[in-house]
């Protein structure tokens, strides 16, 4: 038995030594790196192409916008949008969060200039609109337009629809 022990303690102390020299020699690679790179001499990765697509972008920017991580996902939304016209909507909703009602409202009109068929853009566009209790004609016209485009979010269009119109007899 105590042979066995003897054994195991061997093999261990082996194990914890290769561990500290692999950390050692880690350290000393970081250390000689950093020289290099700081002295300018180690050669550049340069990457020419994104590695990512669009829908990665895009689904990247969800994620961090989820995380409340605004102006990552704005930039990831940047990204996506040089392809991907829907992400045009997703930037508009990064800066109606932020307040920046400016912002929004162009992005929103870029998303429905680039896809005239996208609902949500015209949906959130005219919910902007309410916000700001402005256009509130053109903000009516353009949820009546996604309720056509997508009747399957009727609802949720249907709610902005009644608040614009609720707002509209109030400041008559």
């Known amino acids: 038995m105590k042979e066995d022990t003897r054994k195991a303690y061997h093999v261990l102390y082996r194990a914890e030594n290769k561990i500290r020299v692999t950390f050692l020699i880690k350290v000393i690679c ?3 790196l950093s020289c290099c790179i700081a002295s300018c001499s180690f050669p550049r990765i340069v990457i020419l192409e994104d590695p990512l697509s669009p829908e990665e972008h895009l689904n990247l920017g ?33 800066y109606f969060q932020k307040g920046d009602f400016k912002n929004a409202e162009i992005y929103y009109k870029k998303a429905i200039e680039d896809d005239p068929c996208s609902a949500d853009a015209h949906n959130n566009l005219a919910w902007l609109y309410y916000t ?19 009747p399957s979010k009727k609802d949720i269009f249907q709610d902005t629809l ?6 509209k007899r109030a400041t008559k």
């Open 30 to 32: 970081f250390m000689l």
């Open 62 to 94: 969800v994620t961090y916008e989820m995380n409340g991580e605004l102006d990552n996902a704005l930039e990831e939304y940047k990204k996506a949008s040089k392809s991907l016209p829907l992400a045009y909507t997703y930037i508009g909703n990064i």
């Open 132 to 150: 700001e209790k402005k256009n509130l004609d053109e903000a009516e016209n353009l949820v009546l337009e996604a309720l056509q485009l997508d």
């Open 162 to 167: 009644e608040k614009i119109r609720g707002l």
